[in-house]
């Protein structure tokens, strides 16, 4: 399944364009492009209007599929060169694993036979004959299946799915791939996706590509594999690349957190060629798009296949120490820098942290890899829907799971910290913790968290510790940090606004908030501080209240405010900035 074409039948809307469809032969590395095609947003969002696809997609499906064969030299359903694909979605920001994935699609008693046969290995085809079905019925079906056992043959496993969904898998390749498409545009209004997109302020209208991709396959034998790799350390920000191997495997059993994936180091020893193209294709595609990159790729039979590429999503401290030295290094400039850096993530770094020495007599109750830092404090909950009912009832919980999945989402956005049992730092709760700024501790062990239910606890993000109680902290100052305090000069030369400390703040024509009812609420403090401004012909600043928020900060800019008085001053700059961008953006495009 070595193949160099490639071809993305798309909008500009469609993520694979910023995902890897990049030609890399002039520089040579030795890796391969998995053929592609893509069905764009548009019609996504025709389909979940009216829940059919759009006139000439299936026709253009059927003319796609053919060309794939013809890029390939393989057939799809039939032949002793079988073509099986995976289908991907691609939104056009991207959502790790927020959305649904179905691999090995084309596969039945026939095609498994012939790929044994090619393959010279009737193990491989069964398993991945397996895994094809698992997925296909929970992915496309949507029943919670037991686990199809290794020792079952085809029969019995459709039999086993009919049995708990009432549905068959059909037999005709094209309804499953059919099939396959709606449910990933289906997966784009899952519970799990809207609660992602409401708390990144994510539209709900964009809708999600999908991409149809040939298979490569990490479970061929054991010089296959599978894994992530990040261009640079999304924990700490160093250059040095990171990432993790799973030899004889697919793409989710690393993402799934089921399995506790190998260091980088294993590959190097067990593939060498391979990891050499990996590190040469990072670089390439770090240059391309200007960004750390996050590396979804497969190694079949020694070969590099990179699967998919995106920005990566960073721990807080490490957007900062990577977009200063990307600026550094010529790839961006600083208000690029400025722009990525999201005032949160700046919060998360600024929140309290644990104090010098609290840790030396606490009692030590779990230790795990450290995947997304801060700390969190809380009472230990095991379901999700508990801790999402506990937190509405004012309780502050930590989310502990055997390793989380999607369907966890609104658990985790409840929590103040995540832990698991299994899982690495390419794992599902890591990833999605870094996204969201959740302290995260990952890979406990089997077992290890059940006797921390109904404990208060303090999770240590950054070290991957778990101490009993609630152990002293302190607040960070940001004046302390050389990379904020640069970011911070920056980006007060770019601020339509001035951000100034309450201690060097003046006491005169300031707007305080503080005794205002509505004024703790971000939604409601625009209008709160038009009545206000309107009120008093004297003020020229604000404080209190939301003032410090996104929204404070764009509600100040909005009515002509000089300065806001908060501490710490770089979120707030860092949202006056993007604010005052976006209406750059808006303006520029009117005017077009």
Known sequence: ??????????TQSCTCRRQGVVDCTRSRPRFARASRL???TEACTAFLETGQ?????DSEILASMEWLEQQTKRTFGHGQHPLLVSVRSGAPISMPGMMDTVLNLGITDKTEMALAQECANADFARDTHRRFLHLYGEIVL???LPRLAANESPAQWREAIHKTSGMEVPADVLGQLRNAIRAVFESWNSRRAKRYREHLGISHTLGTAVTIQAMVFGNLDEQSGTGVLFSRNPLTGDPTPFGEYLSVAQGEDVVSGKFTPKPLSAMATNVPEAMTALLKAAKILEHANTDAQDIEFTVERGQLFVLQARAAKLAPQAAVRIYLDMVEEGLIDKATALMRIAPDRIRVLLAPRLAEGADSLAEQLATGEGACPGIGIGVVVADSDEAERRAADGDVVILARPTTSPDDLHGMLASSAVITEEGGSTSHAAVVCRALGIPCVVGCGTGKLANLIGKT???????????????????????????????TQWAQALSPIQVLRPAKAPTENVIDLSHEEGAADPAQIGTLLLRLVGANAHGKGACGGAIASDEGVRAAIDVGLKFIIAEPVLPVL???????ASDKQKNSAQEN
């Not at 399944?1 to 798309?10: F, H, K």
């Not at 696809?53 to 997609?57: A, Q, T, W």
């Not at 302190?474 to 050389?482: G, K, N, T, Y």
Request: charged residues 20%.
């Open 1 to 10: 399944m070595d193949t160099n074409a490639g071809r993305c039948r798309t």
């Open 457 to 487: 606890v303090t999770v240590d993000g950054q070290s991957g510790r778990i101490f009993g109680g609630a152990l002293q902290i302190l607040v960070p100052d940001e004046r302390a940090d050389p990379g904020m305090v640069t970011l």
């Open 574 to 580: 860092l949202a006056a900035v993007q604010a005052s």
């Open 142 to 144: 949507k029943v919670q």
């Open 38 to 40: 893509c069905d764009t």
């Open 53 to 57: 696809f759009p006139d000439g997609l």
